[in-house]
């Protein structure tokens, strides 16, 4: 019997995520030669971009068949992108995801894009298998990683490699009676029933360890490590056997909306069009498949004299063959169908249907502060680059597109410089037109400061004969980035919503040419002058925009994203890039010096400061530096900006 078993790789970026997915296929017989990143001749790094800068910009999927003493098995291999800019690729997996294995760098702690999956992955329940990568450099010089790995689980791992006389490594599966008592211990240590058995049942030919290796990992209190190289294979067999022999998590707390079909990715293809790499929850047979289609026609009825044919279209991404075969567990491809939405990270849904909400809405509730304009050279290619902007959003929803009403022109929104970069260059290749593209915007704000501020607002006209009524309003900061109006005083409904309207409009652009937020006016009295209610109502909008806007110069400053990152260099450059970080007034919080000669800077700065550092630091220390960088812009995380 053959069984399905999605195991997802995940690491910091450089760490050697798809060099171990490029040595596993080899070992698995689905390559014929390892094919390297340098060479940009890897199965997972396809795209052009991935191949000149040496990362990995989507996920992939590979299947391949693994023979063990205990089943046979066919790995659904997924290889996720290591780069912060890239997150949401990683998110969107996570539900599915049977088993992960975190690869990890020797010679340094455990660094931070690490940490963050390490933290998705247990808040996901995915048992977690830890691979050490690059002894073949660093050798025996992996104790900081475990003393760090210890720090971030709370618990101890479980070493399950050691190195023998001659030299060579041996793993715990293979020659666990060669290991030190003391490890079987500690894999029946995070169970009291399971180590009360093995002492109470001594003489027992039960491998009480090896069940407790089996569950372990699962519960989320055993992480067991392997160590090796994925550029030489040593210790990657084993890997597989230990990832294996650990039991999966079954992916079914997730209650589906009609269908059970968790979408893990979306792609293009020539021959197939959009499509969508799903994860079924459970069998479905043909007969299942024509309920799901009549459970669908119940809530989106077809036009006249349209066919259902073909609704749920389904490729076999082994065969590439269309299937009506579903089974639980197994990576299928679903063709695109309008009347679906088929949203990473969610179960397959209908579209415009009450309570499912937007396609965008996941990112329409933390937008990017990264953006940039978008030109064709030639204005009847407009509707060319549009398309081709469809297809990058479908592939990637973490970038979004707007129209600006006043010029026309496209807004292309990224997650980051580097995402925007790649966008523009996934767009613009294989193609003589010609586009043209602003730098990069970074979204600032003004900010209100902490005060609170009595205001009388009034307005005259007419050689003062025509008042718009005295307004007494107090303006203070709010707790946030918000916006807010608050009446203590009963008024007529069109004179609130004409102060409403008055006050948004007056914080569209503050003292600096920016949108004023984190302020509320709160109306204590009005005196409604006679006379004719719309003339007095033009002046108070008047006196509103007027008095409100003279409060700003003073009272805002101008804020905007804060990015982090953290440096793992080699200290000969560290000078170098403590420079760098100077000129664009950086604060370094932090630096330790790591083993194998690297230090491990940390330091932040406004985002609009850092726009190229990590080209400039891949420059400074001619490939060898190392950036992970966090940027975000909210009420407790923000750069307050040069004015």
């Known amino acids: 019997m053959k069984y399905y078993r999605t195991v997802g790789i995940f690491a910091h970026i450089d760490s050697g995520k798809t060099t171990l997915t490029e040595r596993i296929l080899y070992e698995s017989g689905k390559i014929s030669a390892v094919g390297s990143i340098e060479d940009g001749n890897t199965e997972s790094d396809s795209l052009q971009e991935e191949i000149e800068r040496g990362i990995s910009i989507r996920t992939t999927f590979h299947s391949l068949p693994w023979q063990t003493d205990f089943g046979t098995f066919q790995i659904q291999l997924v290889d996720t992108p290591g780069h912060i800019d890239f997150r949401n690729q990683v998110t969107d997996l996570l539900p599915a995801m049977e088993t992960a294995v975190v690869v990890l760098e020797a010679g340094t702690v455990v660094q931070s894009q690490a940490r963050l999956v390490i933290e998705e992955l247990r808040k996901a329940s995915v048992p977690i298998v830890f691979f050490i990568n690059k002894l073949d450099r660093f050798g025996d010089e992996y104790l900081d990683t475990l003393v760090s790995l210890e720090e971030i689980l709370g618990v101890a791992p479980v070493c399950l490699f050691q190195k023998t ?106 021959g197939i069009g959009p499509y969508a790499v799903v994860y079924p929850l459970k069998d479905l047979s043909e007969l299942d498949l024509l309920s799901m289609t009549e459970t669908f026609l119940q809530s989106v009825p077809l036009p006249p004299n349209a066919s259902n044919a073909g609704l749920f279209q389904f490729i076999d991404p082994e065969t590439e063959e269309t299937t009506q075969e579903i089974h639980k567990g197994k990576l299928v491809l679903l063709k695109h169908n309008e009347r679906f939405l088929l949203y990473p990270g969610e179960p397959v849904a209908l579209r415009n249907v009450q309570g499912i909400g937007n396609e965008n809405q996941k990112d329409q509730r933390s937008p990017s502060p990264f953006s940039l304009v978008i030109e064709p050279e030639e204005s009847s290619d407009k509707e060319f680059w549009l398309c081709r902007l469809e297809e990058l959003v479908w592939e990637d929803p973490g970038y979004q597109t707007a129209i600006k009403e006043d010029t026309g022109q496209i807004v292309l929104f990224g997650r980051g410089e580097l995402h925007l970069e790649i966008g523009i260059k996934r767009i ?89 937020c984190g302020l509320r006016l709160r109306i204590l009295s009005y005196e409604m002058p006679k006379g004719d209610l719309q003339t007095t109502l033009t002046l108070l909008k008047v006196a509103i925009l007027a008095g409100v806007k003279e409060c700003f110069p003073s009272n805002t400053y101008l804020v905007g994203p804060l990015t982090e990152i953290e440096v793992m260099v080699d200290s000969d450059h560290l000078g170098v890039v403590l420079s760098d970080l100077s000129r664009r007034d950086a604060k370094v919080v932090s630096i330790i010096e790591a083993v194998a000669g690297k230090s491990h800077l940390k330091a932040n700065a406004p985002a609009q400061n850092l726009l190229g550092f990590s080209g400039a630091l891949r420059n400074m220390t001619k490939g060898i530096g190392i950036s992970w960088e966090r940027t975000a812009f909210t009420s407790e995380f923000y750069a307050v900006l040069k004015e």
């Open 428 to 516: 613009s290749g294989k193609t003589e037109k010609k586009l043209t593209f602003s730098s990069i915007n970074i979204a600032k704000l003004e900010l209100f400061k902490k005060m609170s501020h009595k205001v009388a607002l009034e307005h005259r006209a007419f050689e003062d004969q025509k008042s718009s009524g005295t307004l007494i309003a107090v303006l203070e900061d709010t707790a946030d980035f918000s916006k807010q109006i608050a009446f203590e005083v009963s008024l007529p409904e069109e004179v609130k919503n004409s102060i409403e309207m008055s006050f948004k409009e007056a914080c569209l652009h503050g003292f600096y040419g920016e949108e004023v």
């Open 165 to 270: 006389e001659s030299g060579a490594l041996e793993y715990y599966l293979n020659h666990s009676h060669s290991f030190a008592k003391k490890v079987d211990e500690e894999l029946l240590s995070w169970n009291d029933e399971l180590l009360i058995s093995s002492w109470s049942q001594s003489s027992s030919s039960a491998d009480f360890a090896r069940i407790g290796l089996k569950d372990g990992p699962k519960s989320g209190k055993l992480f067991p490590v392997y160590g090796g190289s994925a550029k030489t294979g040593e210790g990657v067999r084993e890997l597989l056997d230990l990832l294996l022999w650990t039991n999966p998590k079954v992916p079914t707390d997730i209650i589906p909306l009609a269908y059970p079909l968790l979408v893990l990715s979306r792609r293009m293809a020539e």
